[in-house]
């Protein structure tokens, strides 16, 4: 029997029940029909929308760049309109305090005393829209940190667990500097996925400015809940994955740190900073979903490499010298995906 063989069975023996198996036909089918919702509002980005649904499905943050009115926001309240989740909407500024994302104690008083009362801020919600996040110092960006990892969050000593599911979907824009602030590593690490948006073709950009310029109703059912959500992610942690396929992530990130002896020659020349252990683990998670909402029971080097941009573009900072040869991230991930071969497998 072939280790292609040997995993689809592993996957079907893991799935406790035949419910297991309904849920991931449910997954395949929501996913569709989310999608189906979305395209009343959104035209063209068929490749961010996928992303995106991967990373939700999987549980994993997105931080999506693109340059203004692409739609960025309207695609994350389309969303959690679909979803019928509660979603709150924090506009990042220069002043914006850690206090205004996360809450703060206030002074009431009962029955003739007074006591501290903790009052939530917008992070306690299930999709959290942090908008332009690069506008706001690092201070408070961190305030995220700890909801974003742990999902839950610490204040006057007192730990208040966030609701369940729970996604922070940021977005920037790439082409501004001034009034802007870099996202610190440890930040950036916290988001699965980086995704960009790009223009439009003509033909979509003609649909929009028509669509956007009358009256149409923009509508969405609700096909799926939040608690579905909850079940993916679930369902999706029960996908073995080969040993092979877990290697390939492995080696491709291993590649990509310029410390490492074995790096290629252009990571040490363009790479100050490699991607660290969630880049794995987000690889190989992401293809989980990625293989079962293409119908598959197990992850392929080609979902590796499918999801290997948008996982690592946020994660491998380059040096002067690479900006010097205007060398993006995208370009040394491709050449890493070039360089790491691939273990021989049937996969």
């Not at 369940?164 to 501004?176: C, D, K, S």
Request: a negative charge; hydrophobic letters at 45%.
């Amino acid at each position: 029997m072939s280790e292609l063989e040997n995993i689809a069975e592993e996957v079907v023996d893991g799935l406790e029940s035949q419910d297991d198996l309904a849920l991931v036909k449910k997954m395949q089918d929501g996913r569709d029909q989310i999608i189906a919702e979305i395209k009343k509002v959104i035209v063209g980005q068929e490749a961010v929308i996928d992303e995106l649904l991967i990373a939700l499905f999987a549980g994993g943050h997105c931080l999506i760049t693109g340059v203004p009115g692409l739609a960025k926001t309207l695609l994350i309240k389309t969303v959690a309109d679909i979803l019928q989740v509660d979603f709150s909407r924090i506009q990042f500024t220069p002043d914006l305090m850690p206090a205004d994302v996360v809450g703060s104690e206030i002074v009431e008083e009962v029955d003739g005393a007074r006591r501290l009362k903790f009052v939530k801020g917008p992070i306690f919600t299930n999709i959290l829209l942090a908008d332009e996040i690069n506008r706001t110092p690092p201070k408070t960006q961190s305030s995220l940190l700890e909801a974003m990892e742990e999902r839950q969050v610490t204040a006057a000593g007192i730990t208040h667990k966030m609701s369940r599911p729970f996604f922070v979907l940021a977005t920037q824009n790439p082409i501004e500097l001034e009034g802007t602030y870099p996202l610190p590593e440890a930040q950036l690490d916290r988001f699965m996925f980086k995704i960009e948006l790009g223009y439009l073709s003509e033909d979509d950009e003609v649909m929009v400015v028509g669509n956007t310029t009358q009256i149409v109703d923009n509508t969405v059912s609700h096909p799926l809940s939040g608690e579905d959500i909850l079940e993916f992610q679930r369902i999706a942690r029960q996908v073995p994955a080969a040993q092979s396929v877990i290697r390939y992530a492995v080696q491709i990130v291993h590649a990509s740190r310029p410390t490492n002896p074995n790096a290629p020659d252009f990571v040490k020349d363009w790479v100050s900073w490699g991607a660290g252990i969630r880049a794995s683990q987000n690889l190989v998670l992401a293809g989980k979903v990625r293989a079962l909402l293409r119908g598959r029971y197990n992850v392929s080097y080609g979902d590796i490499r499918a999801l290997a941009p948008a996982v690592l573009r946020h994660r491998v900072l380059l040096n002067f010298h690479a900006e010097a040869e205007r060398v993006t991230t995208d370009d040394v991930v491709k050449r890493l995906l070039e360089t790491v071969p691939e273990p021989s497998s049937n996969l």
